[in-house]
């Protein structure tokens, strides 16, 4: 039975291994030989959700099996599967965001005379120096604006040198601060563009139609998706988020630039345009410092109680800031679960081990392979990071983190997940 719903009835559908590994958790919790003892546990009493402890039926006739269904509780909730209490208002909130997003995609550009025509007649849409015009011209002028003043003028580019190029980590980074300095300089333009043509000083085209048609109703233009972000995503998010991403790579450049050590940037992954990059040019940054063969390396997480506890050593090892555990929580090397839905941390250390000199004295069962995602949507995964997994009192169940889905996530962003 456990073969047949793991590679026939729903793993033949699956085509990635964490999600394979999810179904296989599900399953072989439920169809194991144990489900005929009495002692076995279907759902496990929780006391703070109301969950009660339900066994399997002792079974004299076929009546008694349908007493047993009939005495089952009528709500039935996340914990019966091993997901936590939260997962509900989890699956409440994407509902609420696909309703929002809905209801943006209602507004259009009609005036306060509610003509539809605004788009295209440029006498409708110029407005007077007495500030007149329609409503949604006004708003999206002052939206502009405040965009235009959370973004930097430009970027200082890096200085290339001989021996700079050498490095996997500079290479990295000065294709990052090319993709940032070719957008910043688009969206800017694209902005100021808008301002004119809602003062009148500037006459409107098709692509110009598209694009403020685009900004009011609050969808991020195709022309600026130049890097994987949530679908869905409200412009006003995307530009709060591309913000952040700009003043990163000033901090990068300025680091750079002062000559400080490339590997000791505190970085954040999330606000990285390629972060899966940033994860091959560090393990080729290690392999090439040590001349270590790049499939002997490992990658580790070290999560840090704080930002200020620096460990004493950082070779081989880099920094990265707010990273997020979705179902879990860790301390240095080692995960536990917890009723939190998200536990963020101010810094984490990233190492590569060689695993042909270093052993881990753990042995592989008590070892659980969490997969780093670019984003809470889980759509692009970057990473399989192993952690420590710490006992729980009733026993030790590794495959219950997977049960969990527990995951790491560089950045906060969702979408819309519908």
Same mark, same amino acid.
């Given at each position: 039975?456990?073969?047949?719903?793991?590679?026939?009835?729903?793993?033949?559908?699956? &085509?990635?291994?964490?999600? *394979?590994?999810?179904?296989?958790?599900?399953?072989?919790?439920?169809?194991?030989?144990?489900?005929?003892?009495?002692?076995?546990?279907? =759902?496990?009493?929780?006391?703070?959700?109301?969950?009660?402890?339900?066994?399997?039926?002792?079974?004299? +006739?076929?009546?008694?099996?349908?007493?047993?269904? &009939?005495?089952?509780?009528?709500?039935?909730?996340?914990?019966? $599967?091993?997901?936590?209490?939260?997962?509900?208002?989890? %699956?409440?909130?994407?509902?609420?965001?696909?309703?929002?997003?809905?209801?943006?995609?209602? *507004?259009?550009?009609?005036?306060?005379?509610?003509? *539809?025509?605004?788009?295209?007649?440029?006498?409708?849409?110029?407005? &007077?120096?007495?500030?007149?015009?329609?409503?949604?011209?006004?708003?999206?002028?002052?939206?502009?604006? *405040?965009?235009?003043? !959370?973004?930097?003028?430009?970027?200082?580019?890096?200085?290339?040198?001989?021996?700079?190029?050498?490095?996997?980590?500079?290479?990295?980074?000065?294709?990052?601060?090319?993709?940032?300095?070719?957008?910043?300089?688009?969206?800017?333009?694209?902005?100021?563009?808008?301002?004119?043509?809602?003062?009148?000083?500037?006459?409107?085209?098709?692509?110009?139609?598209?694009?403020?048609?685009?900004?009011?109703?609050?969808?991020?233009?195709?022309?600026?998706?130049?890097?994987?972000?949530?679908?869905?995503?409200?412009? +006003?998010?995307? $530009?709060? &988020?591309?913000?952040?991403? @700009?003043?990163?790579?000033?901090?990068?450049?300025?680091?750079?630039?002062?000559?400080?050590?490339?590997?000791?940037?505190? =970085?954040?992954?999330?606000?990285?345009?390629?972060?899966?990059?940033?994860?091959?040019?560090?393990?080729?940054?290690?392999?090439?410092?040590?001349?270590?063969?790049?499939?002997?390396?490992? !990658?580790?997480?070290? =999560? /840090?109680?704080?930002?200020?506890?620096?460990?004493?050593? %950082?070779?081989?090892?880099?920094? @990265?800031?707010?990273? /997020? $555990?979705?179902?879990?929580?860790?301390?240095?090397?080692?995960?536990? %679960?917890? #009723?939190?839905?998200?536990?963020?941390?101010?810094?984490?250390? !990233?190492?590569?081990?060689?695993?042909?000199?270093?052993?881990?004295?753990?042995?592989? +069962?008590?070892?659980?392979?969490?997969?780093?995602?670019?984003?809470?949507?889980?759509? @692009?995964?970057?990473?399989?990071?192993?952690?420590?997994?710490?006992? +729980?009192?009733?026993?030790?169940?590794?495959?219950?983190?997977?049960? /969990?889905?527990?995951?790491? #996530?560089?950045?906060?962003?969702?979408?819309?997940?519908?």
């Amino acid at each position: 039975m456990t073969t047949l719903l793991c590679k026939s009835v729903y793993g033949g559908r699956i &085509d990635n291994e964490i999600d *394979q590994r999810l179904l296989e958790a599900f399953v072989t919790k439920i169809f194991t030989g144990e489900s005929f003892q009495s002692t076995f546990s279907f =759902v496990d009493e929780d006391e703070e959700s109301g969950t009660p402890c339900i066994h399997p039926p002792v079974l004299n +006739s076929y009546h008694d099996l349908l007493d047993w269904v &009939d005495a089952l509780p009528n709500t039935q909730i996340p914990t019966w $599967i091993g997901l936590p209490v939260n997962a509900e208002t989890v %699956l409440l909130t994407n509902r609420a965001k696909v309703l929002v997003a809905n209801t943006l995609k209602l *507004q259009t550009t009609e005036d306060d005379a509610g003509e *539809q025509e605004g788009f295209g007649e440029e006498e409708e849409l110029h407005s &007077d120096e007495s500030g007149a015009g329609p409503t949604w011209m006004r708003q999206l002028k002052e939206e502009a604006n *405040q965009w235009l003043g !959370l973004l930097a003028d430009s970027l200082v580019p890096l200085q290339r040198s001989e021996a700079a190029i050498k490095d996997p980590l500079f290479r990295f980074f000065e294709r990052e601060m090319g993709v940032g300095t070719a957008l910043l300089s688009l969206i800017r333009a694209n902005l100021w563009d808008v301002v004119r043509c809602c003062e009148g000083e500037m006459k409107q085209t098709n692509v110009m139609q598209v694009l403020m048609r685009n900004l009011v109703e609050g969808t991020t233009p195709k022309a600026w998706l130049r890097y994987k972000v949530p679908d869905g995503l409200p412009v +006003s998010e995307w $530009i709060a &988020d591309f913000s952040l991403r @700009v003043k990163q790579l000033e901090r990068i450049s300025a680091h750079i630039s002062s000559g400080k050590a490339i590997d000791r940037l505190h =970085v954040w992954l999330g606000g990285l345009f390629v972060p899966e990059a940033y994860i091959t040019a560090t393990r080729q940054s290690v392999a090439q410092r040590n001349s270590w063969p790049l499939e002997t390396l490992s !990658l580790e997480v070290d =999560v /840090r109680p704080s930002a200020s506890d620096m460990p004493s050593s %950082l070779e081989n090892s880099f920094v @990265v800031s707010k990273l /997020r $555990i979705e179902g879990a929580d860790c301390v240095g090397r080692r995960l536990f %679960l917890t #009723t939190k839905a998200v536990a963020s941390h101010d810094m984490t250390i !990233l190492r590569w081990v060689n695993n042909q000199h270093e052993k881990d004295e753990h042995s592989s +069962s008590s070892i659980a392979d969490i997969p780093l995602y670019l984003n809470a949507t889980r759509n @692009v995964l970057i990473n399989v990071v192993s952690f420590q997994v710490m006992p +729980s009192e009733d026993g030790f169940e590794p495959e219950e983190f997977y049960r /969990r889905g527990v995951a790491l #996530t560089c950045s906060s962003l969702t979408g819309i997940i519908a």
